[in-house]
C-alpha cells in the first residue's frame, strides 16, 4: 500500500478507536471531550419538601458502578410521592462517565 495513504487512514483509526465514547451516560447530548448535562424527565409543578440523588459510575465502558433506580431513591429519602425527576451527565474523555437521578417529592 502506498505511504501516503497508510499514514492518514492509521491516523483515522486510531482516532476512532480511541477517541469513541468507551465510557458514556447514555443520555442527551454528547460531547467527544467533555460532557454535562441536566435533563428533566418528570414534572407535576408541585411544591416539594424532599430531595434524593443517587449515580451510577462507568469507567473506560468497562466497569460500573451504583445505584440510582427510583425505588432505592423514595426508600432512602422517604419520598412516596414524586413530583419531579431529573437526570444528570457527565462525561470526560470517554473515560469515566455517570448518570445521576434527581427526585424531588413529599412523605
Given at each position: 500500500?502506498?505511504?501516503?495513504l497508510?499514514?492518514?487512514?492509521?491516523?483515522?483509526?486510531?482516532?476512532?478507536l480511541?477517541?469513541?465514547?468507551?465510557?458514556?451516560?447514555g443520555?442527551?447530548?454528547?460531547?467527544?471531550i467533555y460532557?454535562?448535562?441536566?435533563i428533566?424527565?418528570?414534572?407535576?409543578?408541585e411544591?416539594?419538601?424532599?430531595r434524593?440523588?443517587?449515580?451510577?459510575?462507568?469507567?473506560?465502558?468497562?466497569?460500573?458502578f451504583?445505584?440510582a433506580?427510583?425505588?432505592f431513591?423514595?426508600?432512602?429519602?422517604?419520598?412516596q410521592n414524586v413530583?419531579?425527576?431529573?437526570?444528570?451527565?457527565?462525561?470526560?474523555?470517554g473515560?469515566?462517565?455517570?448518570?445521576?437521578?434527581e427526585?424531588s417529592?413529599?412523605e
Amino acid at each position: 500500500m502506498n505511504r501516503v495513504l497508510f499514514f492518514p487512514i492509521l491516523v483515522v483509526t486510531f482516532l476512532g478507536l480511541f477517541l469513541s465514547d468507551c465510557a458514556s451516560p447514555g443520555f442527551g447530548p454528547k460531547g467527544m471531550i467533555y460532557t454535562k448535562t441536566k435533563i428533566g424527565i418528570f414534572g407535576t409543578g408541585e411544591s416539594s419538601k424532599r430531595r434524593a440523588t443517587s449515580c451510577v459510575h462507568s469507567v473506560l465502558g468497562l466497569f460500573s458502578f451504583g445505584e440510582a433506580s427510583l425505588e432505592f431513591l423514595k426508600s432512602r429519602s422517604k419520598i412516596q410521592n414524586v413530583t419531579e425527576t431529573n437526570w444528570t451527565t457527565f462525561a470526560i474523555l470517554g473515560i469515566y462517565a455517570n448518570l445521576c437521578v434527581e427526585i424531588s417529592g413529599n412523605e
